[in-house]
């Protein structure tokens, strides 16, 4: 706590970037953590009976449904890329630009496939199952507002991350943060903590899927 | 545990860690998974979907966003406030149940 005191940095040894993007986290945990309270509190305020997420969002592969198996092959798919992106950072700081590179790459590959198959579900909900915002035919009308909300939103965080991920990779396979070129937006000199930031924004985005797969998927 | 790591050069860990924690982490979705999958209800439905979600959670900020390796500054400063959610989510859990009876009483005069 002797951080915290006067004449002192509170954050010491933590860059200006991380220190922001995990201020910019917390921001956006109470953004994500309103959109959850709020499904709980339509949830278990309606009186008519919510959907059974485990039917809903079953697939079959030419036989008997599966509940929930494209959600958990989702998950699956965005905890691989945490585990590509955090291999992404280890070799960011080893200075190791190709192995980044194509880490980071890989990253963003996952993440779109992980977009993509939420496009799907969107597309298989709206037009096989005629769910909307404001109604379905399997039960209480809040589901459609709450599952577009909060999916929408954190469908979009990734897409973003992609995008971002994707921009990086290019840096660093042209060598901007060996020769630490300036950024064409912040003027400062580039080196390999932003994968590191990068990577927080990325966890981040897996960590909410976690809370929403146990909360929405599973409840 | 914050004293002794004073990196210079950002968050160098070996990779070994990172490894175990993956695994980790797609055995505890499948667990998760299985919840579902086996028809587990009730309230060790619940508790197991917590537990799960919470390991998860912990192993994400700890280890990949390497929060244990973090001063103990920062380490307060963000991870507090999220705690407070819980507060809001006790108010709202009461008026949810307080709307749901009165919807109740409401929609049975009604008809």
């Known amino acids: 706590m002797g951080d915290w005191s006067s004449d002192q940095r509170a954050f010491k040894n933590v860059p200006w970037g991380k220190a ?28 008519v009976a919510w959907p059974h997420p485990s ?19 989702m998950t699956f798919i965005l905890i691989t890329s945490s585990g590509t992106m955090v291999l992404a950072v280890n070799y960011g700081y080893r200075k190791d630009r190709f192995r980044t590179a194509v880490l980071l790459l890989a990253t963003a590959a996952f993440g779109a496939a992980f977009v993509g198959m939420q496009a799907f579900e969107w597309t298989k909900l ?52 060996d020769r630490g070129q300036r950024g064409f937006f912040t003027s ?15 966890h981040f985005v897996d960590l909410v899927w976690v809370f929403i797969f146990a909360f929405f998927y599973l409840w | 545990m914050a004293e002794t790591d004073t990196h ?66 920062l380490l307060y400063a963000i991870l507090t406030p999220p705690v407070l959610v819980l507060i809001f989510t006790a108010l709202m859990s009461s008026e949810s149940g307080y709307t749901f009876v009165t919807r109740t009483i409401f929609f049975a005069t009604a008809s």
């Open chain 1, 126 to 177: 709206i037009v096989e199952e005629g769910v909307r915002p404001w109604t379905n035919p399997m039960g209480a009308a809040q589901f459609g507002s709450t599952f577009f909300m909060i999916t929408g939103f954190h469908g979009f965080h990734v897409s973003i991350g992609v995008l971002f991920l994707i921009i990086l990779a290019r840096k660093v396979w042209r060598g901007d943060y």
């Open chain 1, 55 to 73: 039917e809903v969002f079953a697939l079959s592969f030419g036989g008997e449904p599966i509940p929930l198996i494209l959600i958990a092959i």
């Open chain 2, 8 to 73: 210079v050069e950002g968050q160098q860990h070996p990779l070994g860690i990172y490894f175990k924690i993956w695994a980790w982490l797609f055995v505890l979705s499948t667990c998760s998974y299985m919840v579902d999958y086996l028809h587990v209800q009730g309230y060790l439905r619940w508790t197991l979907i917590i537990i799960f979600m919470l390991a998860k959670a912990g192993l994400i900020v700890a280890v990949f966003m390497h929060m244990m390796w973090e001063r103990l500054a």
């Open chain 1, 20 to 47: 922001m993007m995990w201020i910019f986290l917390v921001s956006d945990t109470f953004i994500f953590s309103i959109f959850l309270l709020s499904y709980m509190t339509v949830r278990s305020s309606t009186t």
């Open chain 1, 188 to 202: 400062r000199k580039g080196n390999y903590e932003i994968i590191e930031t990068m990577g927080l924004y990325w």
